[in-house]
């Protein structure tokens, strides 16, 4: 599916490009407003990049847990370090690998949620601040034939921003 997204800069604009597109015959259940009084970016599926971050996170753990354990487990049977007497030593190991095993944790939580937070969402971010500051988006979904329809109509209405995407 293809996708066209254009930003306008009051409700009004976004109104009357509705109103061209509909003229045109596009189908209205083709044609999507975004923005105050209309639908909302979680509405229509905007990501969150909060969600993605969390997903990443989690997604990263699966694999960094299990191998921070084992790490710490074999660092502290390596090096012998009697890091807690009271433990003994097959104790001390275990221990050290739940020190890893929590390392693994930190790392999966700090880099999968950074990663997914700056590259998650796509463009959906800044689409996201653009409602924010009062803006509107008319996004028009259907085929080549239909976005490049779509395309021709949006320009009159001088959009801050028209970008397509291919689904």
Request: hydrophobic fraction near 40%.
């Given at each position: 599916m293809n996708y066209l997204v254009a930003v306008l800069s009051d409700r009004i604009q976004a109104e009357d490009a509705y109103t061209a597109l509909e003229k045109a015959g596009i189908p209205t259940k083709q044609i999507s407003i975004l923005g105050k009084g209309y639908k909302s970016a979680d509405e229509f599926g905007l990501i969150k990049p909060e969600d993605e971050g969390r997903k990443n996170a989690i997604r990263m753990a699966y694999w960094l847990v299990p191998f921070g354990f084992?790490?710490?487990?074999?660092?502290?049977?390596?090096?012998?370090?009697?890091?807690?007497?009271?433990?003994?030593?097959?104790?001390?190991?275990?221990?050290?690998?739940?020190?890893?095993?929590?390392?693994?944790?930190?790392?999966?939580?700090?880099?999968?949620?950074?990663?997914?937070?700056?590259?998650?969402?796509?463009?959906?971010?800044?689409?996201?601040?653009?409602?924010?500051?009062?803006?509107?988006?008319?996004?028009?979904?259907?085929?080549?034939m239909t976005k490049n329809q779509a395309t021709r109509i949006l320009k009159v209405f001088e959009p801050e921003n028209l970008q397509g995407y291919q689904g």
């Open positions: 084992f790490g710490g487990y074999t660092f502290d049977a390596i090096t012998s370090i009697d890091t807690f007497g009271w433990a003994g030593e097959p104790f001390n190991h275990i221990i050290g690998g739940f020190l890893g095993a929590i390392g693994g944790a930190m790392g999966s939580f700090f880099v999968g949620g950074s990663i997914g937070l700056a590259e998650g969402s796509g463009d959906a971010l800044p689409y996201r601040n653009r409602l924010n500051q009062g803006k509107y988006l008319i996004i028009v979904e259907g085929d080549q």
